[in-house]
């Protein structure tokens, strides 16, 4: 798990629909976040990851920004046997930064997941949960990448994770012309569902419409893929083919995904605890940020997080934002 895993090629259209001409310099405001994971991991550190909504632009100061921390060896990575033991069990480890803003602008915050890079493209390529792949189909920032090979090494890894999640959207689509707006948003939809997320059905929509114009490139550089399931008619318009016996696969994969999701969620909660300063109150803050939904962190609730994880879970499903 600790070295390179080699796969497939994906289309070379795809590739070169992903790769920009360089990695962009580091945002002035995120250099002490990024300053800090490089000193921290050293010589372990593979790459750094910007994603989530903190790609709109961050409003530093407030809420917390997302990072993917990629690393070549998790032995490298930790001094503590039981942080590898977790990152090998149950991918990837979650915990939380603060350093002071510079220029005495308050505090900034972070929330950065550590995983190796050959996990990275093992969940990107061949995970049934839609845990990673879901994320990295969508936009990121490849901030900090050791060298050439890593570099290429991730943007194989967002080829792939494209391909996954298109290729298990389409069969939950009705046969027939569809349009990229119908096939990402339907994505997006069903990954959500598959986690114990509180975010809102319109999330799903404002996701879509803020990266149309990549989702509609890569759509278009996924296509060699994703032959014959999605092709291009005469009007060059997208076309879904699938045979009954694929959707109904397809609704059986959804529905697993969506369980195993409650289950990945709640072990995940749990596992944050070992590793996540206030994992309770940020959680507590993103669902009611994302759903209006407050729920109340009580004594006890505290001293055991994975009962409130059954509350929480309960709660959503009760006023059915999860279902």
């Known amino acids: 798990m600790q070295g390179k895993t080699d796969f497939p090629a994906p289309p070379a259209s795809l590739i070169a629909a992903i790769t920009p001409q360089s990695i962009p310099a580091i945002p002035t405001e995120l250099l002490p976040l990024t300053d800090q994971l490089q000193q921290r991991f050293g010589v372990a550190l593979d790459a750094i990851l910007l994603y989530g909504s903190s790609l709109r632009g961050p409003t530093l100061g407030e809420g917390v920004i997302d990072f993917y ?22 991918a990837p480890n979650v915990f939380f ?55 290429r090494r991730i943007r194989i890894v967002q080829a792939w994770a494209i391909i996954r999640f298109l290729e298990t959207t389409l069969p939950m689509l009705p046969a027939g012309q569809v349009t990229v707006e119908q096939i990402w948003a339907s994505g997006l939809r069903l990954t959500y569902a ?74 995940r909660l749990s596992k944050a605890t070992l590793t996540f300063r206030d994992c309770l109150d940020y959680a507590a803050w993103k669902i009611e940020r994302h759903t209006g939904v407050r729920v109340e962190i009580t004594p006890v609730l505290r001293r055991h997080p994975v009962l409130w994880g059954y509350k929480v879970m309960w709660q959503l499903l009760r006023r059915g934002v999860l279902r």
Request: proline share 5%.
């Open 69 to 90: 921390v990629l690393v070549d060896d998790y032995c490298r990575a930790y001094d503590k046997k039981v942080l590898r033991y977790l990152n090998i069990w149950l």
């Open 97 to 151: 930064l603060e350093v002071p803003a510079p220029n005495g602008g308050g505090m900034l915050r972070a929330k950065y997941a550590v995983i190796s890079t050959a996990h990275f493209e093992k969940a990107a390529s061949h995970w049934f949960h839609p845990y990673i792949w879901a994320r990295f189909a969508q936009p990121f920032e490849l901030l900090f990448g050791r060298d050439e090979t890593i570099v």
């Open 194 to 267: 598959s986690e114990l997320r509180a975010e809102r059905q319109s999330r799903s929509n404002l996701l879509m419409e803020i990266n149309l114009p990549v989702y509609r490139r890569l759509t278009a550089a996924a296509l060699p893929a994703l032959n014959p399931v999605l092709t291009l008619n005469a009007e060059r318009q997208y076309v879904v083919s699938v045979t009954p016996a694929q959707k109904f696969r397809a609704r059986v994969n959804w529905r697993l995904r969506r369980w195993q999701g409650r289950v990945l969620s709640i072990l």
